[in-house]
């Protein structure tokens, strides 16, 4: 598939490393001559463009730019899976959000006709690549209204080693968010490194 990663900073270079290996990846910025200085051997366009072309879209910017950006996609996300990553921290890494909505929801109105997907936020940008920790595959957990396109995120987890947890609809990122805010407290706050990572244990 072809998918445009809006951003270019840590979580979207190493999201699409991981996914370059079996999809066509291209990136979207306000800038890409700057940009490209940051990732020399990548496809990167104009956010608009890179939106336009691609099937899926992944929204990695940070939360307080994701309105900009999706105004700057220019209607390229209608018709599509939008998958959020964002955790609504603000400046201070400090949470931005109440509990009565979730980023990915309030994203899902700014971007209303596109399939909001919410996933991958509960992983550090480093390990994103192998999706794993050692021998361990990492949590994602994944929330969304439409399934077809929660099984189409799924998928993508699993390709890149992860294991995805579907966690039911859009609303349910209201949970998964605090979760990414408790990772990075223990990765900085507590100094534990980001060598860590969520696993969901199974009774078999």
Do not use: C
């Not at 190493?14 to 490209?36: C, D, F, M, T």
């Amino acid at each position: 598939m072809k998918i445009a990663i809006i951003g270019t900073g840590n979580v979207a270079s190493n999201l699409g490393a991981a996914l370059s290996n079996s999809n066509e990846i291209v990136y979207g910025s306000r800038n890409p001559a700057e940009a490209k200085a940051k990732l020399p051997n990548a496809n990167i366009k104009r956010i608009e463009e890179a939106a336009k072309e691609s099937e899926i879209i992944i929204l990695a910017v940070p939360y307080e730019h994701a309105k900009d950006a999706i105004k700057e996609m220019k209607k390229g996300e209608e018709g599509k899976i939008l998958i959020d990553v964002s955790n609504p921290l603000d400046k201070n890494r400090r949470w931005a959000k109440g509990f009565s909505e979730s980023a990915a929801e309030e994203i899902a109105k700014h971007a209303k006709g596109a399939k909001v997907v919410k996933a991958f936020n509960t992983i550090f940008a480093q390990n994103m690549k192998t999706g794993a920790l050692g021998s361990e595959k990492l949590a994602t957990f994944i929330a969304g209204d439409d399934e077809q396109a929660k099984s189409t995120v799924i998928d993508l987890a699993k390709s890149i080693g992860m294991d995805p947890v579907d966690v039911g609809t859009l609303e349910k990122a209201r949970f998964i968010e605090p979760a990414g805010l408790l990772l990075i407290e223990l990765g900085y706050g507590k100094k534990m490194g980001t060598g860590i990572g969520f696993k969901l244990v199974k009774s078999q």
